[in-house]
């Protein structure tokens, strides 16, 4: 069964449901949101995606609404509070993997105007030539990583199946 076919069938008020119905797959331009996106996906390895979801209101919290300005000051005091809240995922390569890539959002940002605007840049048509540029430019970034992070935001063909009422060609 597909994640369409699956989250069709659920109740409205499920988080698998909304996440579907409401966000995966649609375009995003803000940079916070981009960069929250990323932070989430990040997180998702090794555990289920329903963990990230019911946490994600908490991530927003404790990343300070997803700035990446104010996350690439982060210190060492900074992940040490990080690891000891108890609404996100306390692991501390995944910390220190969004501290630098809060930096790499800036420094993206201070060359073309936004992250949005780097990502627009890309002529990239294959997964493989993506998650090589993001591995170059950001850490704890995998294949399936950076496969859904592209899928979530609409930047990849295939968020939705084309029988489901969500989908709308890129």
């Known amino acids: 069964m597909s ?22 797959g649609r375009k995003i331009s803000d940079d916070f949101e981009l960069f929250g996106r990323l932070i989430l ?10 963990i990230i979801l019911k946490k994600s209101d908490q991530f927003r919290i404790a990343f300070e609404g997803f700035d ?24 501390r390569l995944k910390i220190e993997a969004t501290i630098y890539n809060a930096k790499q959002f800036l420094t993206l940002k201070e060359a073309h105007g936004s992250f949005f605007n780097w990502l627009e840049m890309q002529e990239i048509k294959n997964t ?31 968020s939705h199946e084309e029988t489901c009422p969500k989908y709308t060609p890129l």
């Open 3 to 24: 994640y369409c076919e699956y989250c069709q069938k659920l109740p409205l008020d499920n988080v698998h449901r909304q996440y579907h119905d409401e966000v995966y």
């Open 41 to 50: 996906e990040i997180n998702q390895a090794g555990l289920s995606w329903d």
């Open 68 to 91: 990446y300005t104010k996350i690439s000051r982060y210190t060492e005091a900074d992940v040490h509070r990080l690891l000891q809240n108890k609404g996100i995922i306390r692991h």
């Open 128 to 158: 493989r030539d993506w998650v090589k540029l993001f591995k170059k430019n950001f850490k704890f970034v995998g294949g399936e990583i950076v496969k859904e992070f592209l899928l979530s935001i609409g930047k990849m063909e295939g």
